[in-house]
């Protein structure tokens, strides 16, 4: 028996698409006086990642949503399928003071619609939606409990004292609508038709802290809603499916501070700077799915939200967790998003490559080689993979480029392009793009600039990296000289013992090819002390240190 529950059952992704989706709360559009006062936002969650496992054996993510367990589903384009079988917009928590007692109100808004011709799901009709649940405020207090393990489950039934769900809600009155609600379920002292479980399990993994949860509405009876509090059903909750954040954000959601609001964004923040440089910072060390995450938050404010590189590094980090719709979904917006610096377009034509290999990944082999051949063609340089490229495409006959974009400035409206290369951070991050994507020397050109704007913001990052680009361009004196530098300042700068290691095998490796035995295996040595444990990198020290 199947006790996973669907998330927002009434009229969300999961609306039945051949019925017409129709409110069971009672809408009010006039004034009523002596009723509950709801409160302002005190916090929200408007960006989550959507894990599902599909019927092929392979999770998949999305943004806001959780996708169909069926492939097929998820295949077919029909608007229906695209919304998934769960998905939000915002989840809101708001206080509600009736008389002297106080509750929360639980606002969930989503996209849902109905088909005009339902037989042939013909004719889509979008709607905006929302589902609501009111609860006692003391049980917030219980969804995290105070002393909590991590990778461990746990479920908090939130005891809903009144549940309602609108379709194309008026805005205006909404508070209003669901303070009669509550009003109308207190004093005939009714049951609320649904009740709400909220299901977490904090997990801390790959140097992350992260909290999955689920959000289940269920009938208001216990038959239906005890058999999830059942140990033996209690790892199936997440088995299948689950939302996925950051564990402080969760944390701030659920206990918000004394009724400080929480306002929504509007304009820029100071944090998106952050958020960018966290996500590339989580994609180069290997921490995909927080680099989506951070990404994806830069990704709300300018000048992030329109800078192509936010979502190149987040296809990437997509493409690394198997997320190939996903990958490809970003990597299209990040083509369409060319720069007008001359500066990023051999960024912006590595990512037109790059979406080549994941339309590749998608069994698209015409789609893969059509970007292959239009990067090569607008400037696109690199032997080695301008041979491959002829390999994969032999039976395919290039006519032209067919891409889609728009020219966008790569920086804040009013601000000059000139004004990107004086801007630290995308200097950098664009140096470290080009570093990843094999662009060796226009990565030396970047980080030299970057250290001209900030040289003491974070020289143990840069002359790792040049050195790192000097070592792979064989100019090997010039990467000793990089790595003697960041050896220097881990003396007097916290350094760990895994950029130690790195560093000392790189400038083993320059030695050794400029002849100096001797010196690359006192290195080798060292690396080994801070802790060198691949495999094939001891290998080779054995066989040049014999």
Partial sequence: ???????????????????????????????INNLPVISDVKSFIDKAMGWTLQDDGK????????????????????????????????????????????????????RTGYYEFPILMDGWHNQLGLSFFVFKRDKLNEVIPEKMDFNKVYITNMEVICSGSLVDYNKSTLNSTIAYNIQKTLSEKTIASHNLLIAIWPVQTSGQTLMRFRLIQVMNKKKFYMPYFDPKNRDRLFKSSYFEIDYNVFQNFIHYSGGAVVPQFNGYSQNADEFYKKGVTNYTNGNYSQSIADLTQAARFQPYSDFFLTYAYRANSRQKTGDYTGALQDFDRAVMLKPSDQGYYTAWLTTIYNRGVVKRSLKDINGACQDWHTAIQMGFKDKEMEDAIKESCKNFRFTGSTLNYTTVATSSPGVSSMAIQNDYYKVYWDAVWKYENGNYNEAVLSFNRALELQPQTNPLGIYTYRGNCKLKLTDYTGAIQDFDYVLALSSTLPTDNNTLKTIFYNRGLANFFLGNTTGACNDFQKSINAGMS????????KQVCK
Avoid: C, H
Wanted: proline share 4%; hydrophobic share 35%; glycine share 6%.
């Fill in 59 to 110: 999770w998949i993510s999305q943004e806001n949503r959780l996708l169909y367990s069926k492939t097929e589903f998820n295949n077919s384009g029909k608007t229906y399928y695209k919304l998934g079988k769960e998905n939000f917009d915002i989840i809101e928590l708001r206080d509600v003071t009736s008389g002297n007692d106080t509750y929360v109100v639980m606002i969930i808004k989503y």
């Fill in 534 to 541: 691949d495999q094939p990198s001891l290998n080779f020290i």
């Fill in 1 to 31: 028996m199947n006790f996973m529950g669907v998330l927002y059952s009434q009229g969300q992704g999961a609306v039945n698409p051949y019925l017409q989706p129709k409110p069971n709360a009672i809408i009010v559009e006039r004034s």
